[in-house]
């Protein structure tokens, strides 16, 4: 597969699971999600660094506008979570190689969403998506060492853990490395029990 063979793959636009409505994010979703980092942002900073540059609802409509770009170039594909109409977070697959082919997928939920599983369900939509749709050989899930609840969500779905080492993630900031996890799964082979549709 060539590195332009992605923008001829025609993506379904919703993932639908048990309890969620999974669709790209798209211009208009910025006040939605400022909203949501806004009442996470002290759980969430500790972990995403980029959460310290969110100032304004304008920062997250911008990026927004940035990830439906991505979308249509296939270059990175950035979901919003919806459960029962309000939306719970968000969860993406990023870094898209079309050589090898492979990718990551990063995820996170709005403080009064977490500890319901969200995340987790979203996390195994877009593994099935990865490997399903858009025919993945490689996906990985990265975390901070230190992140536990990140961490159980690769655990749960079948994940490997490939390494544990400094620098796999950016530390913002801060002058030492951080200790960090990645997790890799070579198929969607396990995962028979998380029911996701695509239309």
Known sequence: MDQFSGLLLDLPLSIKTQRLVIRPVMPGDGKEIFAAIEKTRETLGKWLPWVH?????????????????????REKLNFALFHKGHYVGSCGI??????????????????????????????????????????????????????????????????????RALGLLANEGAGDLTLSRRYVRFSSKGLEDWNATWC
């Open 94 to 163: 990023n870094g898209l190689n079309w050589d090898v082919p492979s990718a990551h997928i990063g995820y996170w939920c709005r403080a009064s969403a977490q500890g319901k599983g969200f995340c987790r369900e979203g996390a195994a939509a877009l593994t099935l998506y990865a490997f399903q749709v858009l025919g993945l050989k490689r996906l990985t899930i990265l975390c901070d060492d230190r992140n536990h609840k990140s961490a159980a969500i690769p655990e749960a779905l079948g994940y490997e853990l490939e390494t």
């Open 53 to 73: 540059k969110v100032r304004s609802w304008e920062d997250t409509e911008k990026t927004a506008r940035e990830f439906y770009a991505g979308f249509i170039l």
